[in-house]
Nanobody
Framework: QVQLVESGGGSVQAGGSLRLSCAASGFTFSAYVMGWFRQAPGKEREFVGAVNWGHAYYGDSVKGRFTVSRDNAKKTVFLQMNSVKPEDTAVYYC?????????????????WGQGTQVTVSS
């Protein structure tokens, strides 16, 4: 069956770095756009970034600080988080979209991971 398993979350101080990983199985990984979303308490789910077969796209709040990349051989997508801020605190979710075009809308994504908590302290 389809599985997306995030790892790498935890606590970090503002200005620090964290790297999230998402291991995929049960579908043709290379044929999917892979994205990251986040959700803070009391807020809507927010697009963080996504990568298709050649390009990465980012939400405005993380542009220049976060990097999304993928390793198709290992069926894994990564989120490198640099210069983190307290407002980056959220549960981070990995997601997969069968479409050809990167979407920032969560309802376009077909599969989701269980999420991993990231907490940034000031």
């Amino acid at each position: 069956q389809v599985q997306l398993v995030e790892s790498g979350g935890g606590s970090v101080q503002a200005g620090g770095s964290l790297r999230l990983s998402c291991a995929a199985s049960g579908f043709t990984f290379s044929a999917y756009v892979m994205g990251w979303f986040r959700q803070a308490p009391g807020k809507e789910r927010e697009f963080v970034g996504a990568v298709n077969w050649g390009h990465a796209y980012y939400g405005d709040s993380v542009k220049g600080r976060f990097t999304v990349s993928r390793d198709n051989a290992k069926k894994t997508v990564f989120l490198q988080m640099n210069s983190v801020k307290p407002e980056d605190t959220a549960v981070y979710y990995c997601a997969a979209d069968r479409g050809d075009i990167v979407s920032i809308s969560s309802w376009e994504y077909d599969y989701w991971g269980q999420g991993t908590q990231v907490t940034v302290s000031s």
